[in-house]
T-cell receptor, first 114, second 113 residues
């Protein structure tokens, strides 16, 4: 059974800092890995998808890496802004008989203060 | 257009009521999903439909009944729910069979009284 862990559980930083959010998973047979952000009471917004054959994806100030052999993914946020405050979730996407199933970590609650 | 639309946004229902949640996408995705999210917890998978057929049921109680009438539409029929079923219900879609990026709707906030 896939288990996903995110560290830290919460992070509070001043504006402008560069941040690293960590995600680890137990089953290296994941198909893909996806990072989301969720604002309070809202749905999930997709940030980055890393396919199993890829090592890294970038979008603007966000960069995500994937190391399947060690069961780890990292989301790097450059020059953080107050608007980045949200909960960040990583999810492993399964293949095989559970094709398409997302297993989520518990999330990192990020607060960026001015 | 990467939008998944869910209606209603909020729903309050009694334990004897029957109601339905609706989800729609026009991205040509052939996999659609229902997730349940309790406060301060991550989403948990309930059902997966691929090519309009139920492919995964995560042992969800029968008071939740999914339906996929066509490739763009996904419903979740609710009957005789319990207060502990109160949660945010999220719909998602993705390409299939090549499993790519999943897109989520804004959710339906369900309160069972």
């Amino acid at each position: 059974k896939q288990e996903v862990t995110q560290i830290p559980a919460a992070l509070s930083v001043p504006e402008g800092e560069n941040l690293v959010l960590n995600c680890s998973f137990t089953d290296s047979a994941i198909y893909n890995l996806q990072w989301f952000r969720q604002d309070p009471g809202k749905g999930l917004t997709s940030l980055l998808l890393i396919q199993s054959s890829q090592r890294e994806q970038t979008s603007g100030r966000l960069n995500a890496s994937l190391d399947k052999s060690s069961g780890r993914s990292t989301l790097y946020i450059a020059a953080s802004q107050p608007g980045d405050s949200a909960t960040y979730l990583c999810a492993g996407i399964a293949g095989g008989t559970s094709y398409g199933k997302l297993t989520f970590g518990q999330g990192t609650i990020l607060t960026v203060h001015p | 257009d990467t939008e998944v639309t869910q209606t209603p946004k909020h729903l309050v229902m009694g334990m004897t009521n029957k109601k339905s949640l609706k989800c729609e996408q026009h991205m040509g995705h052939r996999a659609m999903y229902w997730y349940k999210q309790k406060a301060k917890k991550p989403p948990e998978l309930m059902f997966v439909y691929s090519y309009e057929k139920l492919s995964i049921n995560e042992s969800v109680p029968s008071r939740f009944s999914p339906e996929c009438p066509n490739s763009s539409l996904l419903n979740l029929h609710l009957h005789a729910l319990q207060p502990e079923d109160s949660a945010l219900y999220l719909c998602a879609s993705s390409q299939f069979p090549r499993v790519a990026e999943a897109f989520f709707g804004q959710g339906t906030r369900l309160t069972v009284v």
